[in-house]
């Protein structure tokens, strides 16, 4: 093994470099440390860690994972939206609808407020039920 100074003292990165030889089967065995770490990218983050027992977490990315959060954001920024957009609708209720018609027009938008409150009633217990799933 051979080790290595750079003259940098004022910098905070680390100054030693150590090198090092493999045979072939400590080869095989050190890619499969790093693809069971999940740090195949970063061969001197694993070494290091690994050297001085540093704990480390492996985060991979499921695409499954990826594709829900990324539908249930979509989702939350529509239920934004209608909010958003209610106070328009009953304005504009109120302001092209006769006397007569206004009660059943706010009687509709409370039926479909009540439904859009159940879906995302539904979709929030969808979502405690994935938190195991989902580790968040």
């Not at 977490?57 to 920024?77: A, G, M, Q």
Request: aromatic share 12%; with cysteine; hydrophobic share 35%.
């Amino acid at each position: 093994m051979t080790r290595q100074r750079k003259c940098n003292t004022q910098s905070p990165t680390p100054s030693y470099k150590y090198s090092f030889r493999l045979n072939e089967e400590q080869e095989i065995r050190f890619r499969q440390m790093l693809a069971a770490a999940g740090l195949e990218h970063n061969y001197s983050r694993f070494i290091v860690k690994r050297l001085f027992a540093e704990r480390f977490e492996v985060i991979r990315r499921d695409p499954s994972k990826v594709e829900f959060l990324t539908r249930l954001n979509d989702l939350y920024f529509q239920f934004q939206r209608v909010g958003n957009n209610y106070n328009q609708v009953v304005r504009a209720i109120n302001s092209h609808f006769s006397n007569v018609s206004i009660p059943r027009q706010i009687a509709s938008l409370e039926q479909h407020t009540r439904e859009l409150k159940a879906l995302s009633i539904e979709i929030l217990n969808l979502t405690k039920q994935a938190e195991g799933w989902l580790r968040i």
